[in-house]
């Protein structure tokens, strides 16, 4: 456990107490990682208030005895939300629920498997974000770890950039443990409910809000690999499967609200998936099938203005 105090890191808070950031973790068995998990929280040194709020789904290896023993020692940091029965079994998310229950403007989201290295991260992000009001989010690397350590960057060259709305709008890929944005999502959208990357759709709603920052200052977090992992273990085809559905559910999201290009552009990500998802022989079947469409389609635009001629 940490060996810092509550006064300690409240320390330098001066005479403010109401959180200007929400830690939001939500757990499940995760015995092995929960302990490293929150004291990675506590190592955090800022200059404002903040608050951990751990959800656990009703645990059945000591995860929770070890949330309530740290709840215990940090009474005025830390608040559990401890479940005696299975929330996700029974289809209930823990997504609006734990974000509504936040007192903070801003959430920073770390699963219980996962953890932070760098102490000043918070400090960071909601300087940031306090100072670029057209920024809604703010993000960084982590490092994937399994049994054998360090295996490379979890977002790499590619990602490490900042993003713009429309490119958050559109599920720009972010690491869901380093970020911290504003709490605007409330509520979740009846055509979500059923997105398996939940992450993905909650980007997706901030890009309406702002744009999203890259901080390559903040020390890589740990995104741990490994068999109790809700998503890391997946099988490839298992994850390409939840791809296609959170795609089909934003399409689905994005048609109801009028704005084409997005609904578009999902569908486009949609017909990808699917593709990749089929076996060869149906592949060939869907490209005909759309080069039919196409052709039909094309014919119609064509014939409609000799028709009127």
Not at 270 to 287: D, E, I, M, T
Request: with cysteine; hydrophobic share 40%.
């Amino acid at each position: 456990m940490s060996i810092r105090t509550e006064q300690n890191i409240m320390q330098g808070w001066g005479d403010a107490r109401e959180p200007l950031v929400s830690v939001v973790c939500p757990a499940y068995n995760q015995q092995a990682f929960i302990a490293q998990t929150i004291d990675s929280f506590l190592a955090q040194q800022t200059d404002f208030p903040f608050e951990i709020l751990i959800n656990d789904d009703a645990s059945t290896d000591g995860t929770r005895e070890i949330i309530r023993a740290y709840a215990e020692r940090y009474p005025s940091l830390i608040r559990p939300v401890l479940h005696e029965q299975n929330q996700y079994r029974q289809g209930k998310l823990f997504f609006p629920a734990l974000f509504n229950m936040a007192k903070g403007r801003y959430l920073a989201y770390c699963d219980g498997d996962d953890y932070w290295t760098d102490p000043l991260k918070l400090q960071k992000q909601v300087s940031f974000l306090e100072g670029h009001p057209d920024y809604v989010i703010t993000y960084h690397d982590a490092v994937m770890v399994d049994e054998q350590g360090e295996q490379g960057l979890q977002l790499g060259h590619r990602y490490q950039r900042d993003a713009s709305s429309l490119e958050l709008m559109q599920g720009r890929r972010i690491s869901t443990l380093t970020a911290c944005f504003r709490n605007l999502l409330h509520e979740l959208p009846r055509e979500l409910e059923l997105a398996p990357l939940m992450d993905v759709c909650w980007w997706s709603m901030l890009g309406a809000h702002g744009k999203g920052k890259y901080m390559a200052n903040i020390g890589a977090g740990g995104y741990r690999v490994h068999s109790g992992g809700i998503f890391s273990m997946r099988s490839e085809k298992k994850k390409l499967h939840m791809s296609l559905q959170t795609a089909a559910c934003l399409a689905n999201y994005y048609h109801h609200r009028g704005h084409q290009a997005l609904y578009e552009h999902f569908l486009t990500q949609l017909f990808g998936l699917s593709l990749a998802a089929v076996s060869p022989w149906q592949k060939l079947s869907a490209l005909a099938l759309v080069a039919t469409n196409v052709s039909r389609n094309l014919f119609r635009r064509l014939a409609l203005p000799i028709g009127r001629g």
